[in-house]
């Protein structure tokens, strides 16, 4: 039977193609939003952030754009390769005091097709 | 430089059995993070430290889960009794500092309670 928690959003790409991951987040509040990918048994690892203040950030082969009147967050990536292939996280961070925790979203499942 | 260890890297157990997790973060990073990850989910936070000491964690269940950070370097994490709900990957991250967003992730400990 199936298992709550694996309907993960998806996306599938063919290699060379351009990638658009988007996250909506919750919390108006929030200044500070990562993107993380995690590869199968392994940690997420760190892809890009961006601040509030800002509503673009470019980095190798990866651009984060934010959206704060709808709360929206992408992440681009150009040229696809295989090696793309993981889960994709966003996460936000609430603004101000001692409130430093990072809180993931869900995740999007990205596959490249060869 | 060696990234952030972690161990056992599968650990199958009985309900109600003990278990420990633990973590080397990178060197010199005094933040460290123990995460829960469920099949399909994003990380969730369970405790965060600053050097030795426990400055959030308001999310780990204390009837059972405990952490420590002695020295404020490596972290152990303990759950007695071990509940069938508490099969999970249990990730230990580390940082330069609680401000940044970027976090460096271990490959995570898979806890399955049988």
């Known amino acids: 039977g199936e298992s709550v928690g694996l309907h993960l959003p998806t996306l599938s790409v063919q290699e060379g193609d351009n990638s658009i991951i988007n996250c909506a987040y919750s919390?108006?509040?929030?200044?500070?939003f990562i993107w993380y990918k995690q590869e199968s048994g392994k940690g997420p690892q760190f892809i890009i952030d961006?601040?509030?203040?800002?509503d673009k950030r470019q980095g190798q082969r990866v651009t984060v754009l934010l959206n704060k009147t709808v709360k929206h967050l992408s992440l681009q990536i150009a040229a696809t390769q295989p090696g793309d292939s993981a889960v994709y996280f966003c996460?936000?961070?609430?603004?101000?005091?001692?409130?430093?925790?990072?809180?993931f979203g869900k995740g999007t499942l990205l596959t490249v097709n060869p | 430089e060696a990234g952030v260890v972690q161990s056992p890297r599968y650990k199958i157990i009985e309900k109600k059995q003990p278990v420990a997790f633990w973590c080397n973060p990178i060197?010199?990073?005094?933040?460290l993070y123990w995460y829960l990850q469920n099949l399909g989910q994003g990380p969730e936070l369970l405790i965060r430290?600053?050097?030795?000491?426990?400055?959030?964690d308001s999310q780990l269940p204390k009837d059972r889960f405990s952490a420590e950070r002695l020295k404020g370097v490596d972290s152990t994490l303990k759950i007695q009794p071990a509940e069938l709900g508490d099969s999970a990957v249990y990730l230990c991250?580390?940082?330069?500092?609680?401000?940044?967003?970027?976090?460096?992730f271990g490959e995570g400990s898979r806890l399955t309670v049988l």
């Open positions: 991250a580390s940082s330069l500092g609680r401000a940044t967003g970027e976090l460096f």
């Open positions: 961006i601040r509030s203040n800002m």
């Open positions: 919390n108006s509040a929030s200044d500070y």
């Open positions: 996460a936000e961070r609430g603004s101000g005091g001692s409130n430093y925790k990072l809180t």
């Open positions: 430290y600053e050097n030795e000491e426990a400055v959030d």
């Open positions: 060197s010199g990073h005094n933040t």
